[in-house]
């Protein structure tokens, strides 16, 4: 089983709509989770993180964390086509980059 | 600005050879990170480099792979006696202080590699 699971998808919503992204994990240590959008061909950028649970809000991106079910999600709000990507989970016990696990990445369409 | 460059942008070799990859990352930034992402699979780190401390290796899949950053700013992965199983595009990141992740890793555009 890997540490971290995350739908490959693809997901593919109208313009306009609420989407959901979501990652299970299995290691109770993890403190620091954190949300990457990828274009096609270029490399992660990081558009969020949080320590431990709760909600961390940064205009239409909520990211939301739940550790008692080790469960964390990302949420766009208005959605819009240049929201399609594929977007990465992250997160780590350390405050230290070398330690990260990734997930594999859903693939976001978002329609005209 | 300049953001972190890789080169080759794609490389095409056959199972046995060296290749080497390299990365320029931000003038500036400490820290160097290499990742390796497989078709379907998250990033996997490879290898740690913060400014002239030892690297962290602890995410070399074998002696195969080795990394060099010299005078503290390019670095360059190897990858030698090339397996099939290496093909992935290979990411470059790097970050401006000492904090980890926290502050913000700028990824390269990656090389995509191919063993034939």
Redesign the interface.
Known sequence: QKE?E?D?GPLSVPEGAIVSLNCTYSNSAFQ?F?WYRQYS??????LM?TYSSGNKEDGRFTAQVDKSSKYISLFIRDSQPSDSATY?C?M?P????????????TRLSIRP | GAGVSQSPSNKVTEKGKDVELRCDPISGHTALYWYRQSLGQGLEFLIYFQGNSAPDKSGLPSDRFSAERTGGSVSTLTIQRTQQEDSAVYLCASSAARRGFEETQYFGPGTRLLVL
Do not use: D, H, N
């Not at chain 1, 061909?41 to 990081?46: A, H, I, N, Q, V």
């Open positions: 971290v995350q490959p620091y954190m061909r270029k490399g992660p950028e990081l993180y990465l992250a780590t350390y405050s230290s980059a070398s330690k990260i696990i990734f997930g594999s990445g």
